[in-house]
């Protein structure tokens, strides 16, 4: 079962920053915060990972919460193109990715 | 280069018959995996293959038998298809034991038994 619990679905305007939450409270201290997308009918696509620390790359942000119980997803400058499922995913290494719902994020202009 | 591929995108098919679909990766990974999504959209994890052994094998029927020839590739054959397997098949590949896995989805094979 998924460890993360996200909003079913979200909007966002064109060119604001999209903040997708997570909870994941039970997460131990060997798991990771993992982001992946899925826009329609194509496969999961990583975005970002964290097990501390905020992370940033070219697609976005993560933040993570001191006690590390929950989690937000930054895109900074949102596109038509970032309409997508959004998962958040607790992993340990070695492990099992383990899909969630998801946040269907909707991005309108 | 497409990094996963999976064959046939499309597969229309009976009931009662054995079909296979096809994953390779080129990306050196170690581990590949089966993925099912259906009709609700939930994707679940089938099998996983590290070095052409099985570690993960959730509770999916046996009819459902995965083969791995070598660590570029993991096929998913079939067997008595039923209506309920109708779904979209996704293979993944990724490094087994590193601390930042990046699992690398394919485009997926919708699979429509009718």
């Known amino acids: 079962d998924a460890k993360t619990t996200q909003p079913t679905s979200m909007d966002c305007a064109e060119g604001r920053a999209a903040n997708l939450p997570c909870n994941h409270s039970?997460?131990?201290?060997?798991?990771?915060v993992y982001w992946y997308r899925q826009i329609h009918s194509q496969g999961p696509q990583y975005i970002i990972h964290g097990l501390k620390n905020n992370e940033t790359n070219e697609m976005a942000s993560l933040i993570i919460t001191e006690d590390r119980k929950s989690s937000t997803l930054i895109l900074p400058h949102a596109t038509l193109r970032d309409t997508a499922v959004y998962y958040c995913i607790v992993y340990n290494q070695g492990g099992k990715l383990i899909f969630g719902q998801g946040t269907e994020l909707s991005v309108k202009p | 280069d497409t990094a996963v591929s999976q064959t046939p995108k499309y597969l229309v098919t009976q009931m009662g018959n054995d079909k296979s679909i096809k994953c390779e990766q080129n990306l050196g990974h170690d581990t590949m995996y089966w993925y099912k999504q259906d009709s609700k959209k939930f994707l679940k994890i089938m099998f996983s293959y590290n070095n052409k052994e099985l570690i993960i094998n959730e509770t999916v029927p046996n009819r459902f038998s995965p083969k791995s020839p070598d660590k570029a590739h993991l096929n998913l054959h079939i067997n008595s298809l039923e209506l309920g397997d109708s779904a979209v098949y996704f293979c993944?590949?990724?490094?087994?034991?590193?601390?930042?896995?990046?699992?690398?989805f394919g485009q997926g094979t919708r699979l429509t038994v009718v």
């Open positions: 993944a590949s990724s490094l087994w034991g590193q601390d930042h896995t990046e699992a690398f």
């Open positions: 039970t997460i131990s201290g060997n798991e990771y």
